[in-house]
C-alpha cells in the first residue's frame, strides 16, 4: 500500500512539474505580461504592431527582441473586477477608471505618463473624468467614441427624402421621422422600416441621456451625490420617447423589434450585429452608434451611403463621449517599468493609424483624425465626411458619462429603463416614473454609504461642498470649475458662464 502511494505521488509530482513547464512565463525568456481586452479579432494584431513598435524604438533585450510578451487574455476579460480583487487581474486591463478607481486596484500612471508621452494633452479633452480620478491619471484610451445617429443616406433618397440635417431639435425630428415612416410603410400593412433603432437596450439608454442633458438635465447634482432625475424635464423626455414609439412608431416596439432579425456582436452585446444589418439594408434608417458600427457594415457585401446626425437637442447641444481605456493593474510587478509602455504605444503613428484603418472608432490621438484616410476611407466612399463629423463631435460638443463612488452606476441605466418601460405600456405617468426612478436611485446611494465608513466621510464633504455651490448659485454667482465632480454640469456651467476657470484658494 505505501509503495501504491509513493507511486501515485511521484506520477503526480512529475505532471505538475510537466505542467509547470508549459507555463508561459517558464517558457519565454522574457517577462510576460497579460492585457484583459475583448475578444476583438484586432487585438492580436495590436500586439504584433506593439511587437514591432518596441523594436523600433529600442525597448529591446541585448538580443534586438522586445523587452516583454505581451499577450491576450480574453477570458477573464468579462470579470475583471473579481479577477482584480482576488488579486489575479491581468498587468493591462480595458476598464473605466471610474468604475474601478473606488476599489483602489488602479495604478496611478500620471508620472510615467509625463515621462513617456502619453499624458491628457494626447488626446480628447473630454474624456479626462474616464481616464481619471482626485486629479491624477490612471489609463489612457484604445480608442474613443460618440454616439451619434449613423444614417442610411439610401433609405431617405428611396422615399424621395433628403437625408435629415447634423442638427435637428425635438420637433423637427419628429416631423422628418414621421414623414419618413409614413412614406416607407405601405398603408394598412404591418410597419417593417422604422426610423431608428429601438430603445429596449443600452442604445436607447444613451439616446435618453443626450435628451435630459439637451434640457439642462443630468442623473445627478453637481457633486454626484444625489440623484435628480425627479424632474420635469426627464418626465417630458420619458412621455416624448413614449409618443414615438407608441404613436408615431419612429421607433419599433419591443413587439417590433422581435420580429426584427438580431444578434451578438464578439462581445456578446445583444442586437448590436443584426441592428448594424437592418441599418445597412434600411429596414431602420439611422442607428445610434460610433464609427465602430462600421467594421461589421464593411464586411457586408453592398454597403449603403452613410451621413450622421447628433442625437436631437434642444437649449444645450451635446453627445455622448466614451472609451476604452487601458489600465495597468496595481499588483502588476512591472506596473513602473514595462507596462506603461503599451500606454504609450496607443499615442504611436501604427496604433492610431490601425483604429483609422479598421474603423475601430475615433483614434486615441485626435490629431489622426484629419488623416486622409480616416476622412476619406479609399475603399469606402460610402462613408466620405460622415467619419468627420464624430471627430469634430468628440472635440467640441462630447460630454463623458457622469460617475459617482457613492451608488451602484451599473444599476441607473436599469431604473432608467424600467421608467421608460412603464410609461410605454401606460404603467406610470411620466411624472410618476421619473419620481420612483429617482427614489429608486438615490436608496442606492443610502446603502452603499452605510457599508462604508471611509466613503460616508467623503461624501459627507461633498455634501457640504453642494451646499456651497448651491449657495452661491442661488445669488447669481459664479462656481470654481474644480468643485464641479459632474461631467455634464462641468460643460453645461462653462457654456452658460458660471463657471469661475481661475484657481480658488478656498477650494
Not at 510537466?18 to 522574457?30: C, L, M
Not at 473605466?96 to 495604478?107: E, M
Not at 464586411?299 to 463621449?321: H, I, M
Amino acid at each position: 500500500m505505501k509503495l501504491m502511494f509513493c507511486i501515485i505521488f511521484l506520477i503526480l509530482l512529475g505532471a505538475s512539474f510537466a505542467t509547470w513547464r508549459t507555463e508561459p512565463e517558464i517558457q519565454s525568456k522574457v517577462p510576460v505580461l497579460y492585457w484583459m481586452t475583448d475578444a476583438n479579432p484586432a487585438r492580436t494584431r495590436q500586439v504584433q504592431l506593439f511587437n514591432e513598435w518596441m523594436v523600433r524604438n529600442g525597448h529591446v533585450t541585448a538580443e534586438g527582441k522586445p523587452l516583454f510578451d505581451l499577450r491576450l487574455d480574453v477570458v477573464n476579460s468579462r470579470k475583471i473586477g473579481i479577477q482584480a480583487v482576488s488579486g489575479m487581474a491581468g498587468d493591462i486591463m480595458d476598464m473605466g477608471v471610474p468604475y474601478a478607481y473606488p476599489s483602489g486596484y488602479l495604478h496611478d500612471v500620471t508620472d510615467s505618463a509625463k515621462r513617456l508621452g502619453f499624458d491628457m494633452s494626447k488626446t480628447y479633452a473630454g474624456v479626462e473624468p474616464i481616464l481619471s480620478a482626485d486629479g491624477r491619471q490612471y489609463g489612457f484610451p484604445c480608442n474613443g467614441s460618440v454616439n451619434l445617429f449613423w444614417v442610411n443616406a439610401d433609405a431617405f433618397r428611396r422615399v424621395g427624402m433628403e437625408p435629415p440635417p447634423r442638427f435637428w431639435d425635438f420637433a423637427t425630428f419628429e416631423r422628418i421621422g414621421k414623414e419618413f415612416v409614413r412614406r416607407s410603410n405601405p398603408p394598412g400593412k404591418r410597419r417593417t422600416v422604422f426610423f431608428a433603432n429601438g430603445l429596449i437596450d443600452w442604445l436607447g439608454d444613451c439616446l435618453m441621456m443626450n435628451m435630459e442633458r439637451s434640457l439642462s438635465l443630468s442623473s445627478m447634482n453637481e457633486t454626484c451625490t444625489r440623484c435628480t432625475l425627479d424632474d420635469e424635464r426627464f418626465a417630458r423626455v420619458l412621455a416624448l420617447l413614449a409618443k414615438w414609439v407608441n404613436e408615431d412608431h419612429l421607433f419599433p416596439s419591443a413587439a417590433d423589434e422581435a420580429t426584427l432579425s438580431g444578434g451578438v456582436d464578439y462581445q456578446g452585446m445583444a442586437n448590436v450585429t443584426g441592428l448594424n444589418s437592418l441599418l445597412n439594408n434600411g429596414q431602420i434608417a439611422m442607428l445610434n452608434t460610433g464609427r465602430w458600427a462600421m467594421i461589421r457594415i464593411r464586411g457586408f457585401e453592398k454597403q449603403a451611403n452613410y451621413t450622421v446626425s447628433e442625437p436631437p437637442c434642444e437649449e444645450f447641444r451635446n453627445s455622448l463621449l466614451q472609451a476604452r481605456p487601458a489600465v495597468i493593474y496595481e499588483g502588476s510587478p512591472h506596473k513602473d517599468d514595462l507596462a506603461p509602455l503599451f500606454l504609450a504605444f496607443l499615442t504611436s503613428k501604427e496604433y492610431n493609424e490601425d483604429i483609422v484603418a479598421t474603423a475601430d472608432a475615433l483614434p486615441p490621438c485626435p490629431e489622426y483624425t484629419n488623416s486622409e484616410e480616416y476622412l476619406r476611407p479609399k475603399h469606402f466612399k460610402n462613408e466620405w465626411g460622415a467619419a468627420a463629423v464624430e471627430a469634430d463631435e468628440a472635440r467640441h460638443y462630447g460630454v463623458a458619462p457622469s460617475f459617482t463612488p457613492y451608488a451602484n452606476i451599473n444599476m441607473f441605466a436599469t431604473y432608467r429603463k424600467e421608467a421608460l418601460d412603464k410609461v410605454l405600456l401606460g404603467m406610470a405617468t411620466p411624472r410618476e416614473a421619473a419620481r420612483v426612478c429617482a427614489e429608486k436611485i438615490n436608496r442606492l446611494f443610502e446603502l452603499k454609504v452605510r457599508e462604508s465608513p471611509s466613503l460616508k466621510a467623503q461624501y459627507e464633504k461633498d455634501l457640504e461642498l453642494q451646499k456651497r455651490i448651491d449657495a452661491l448659485r442661488s445669488e447669481g454667482k459664479k462656481v470654481p470649475l474644480e468643485w464641479l465632480k459632474n461631467p455634464f454640469h462641468r460643460a453645461y456651467y462653462l457654456y452658460k458662464g458660471w463657471a469661475e476657470t481661475s484657481p480658488n484658494p478656498g477650494t
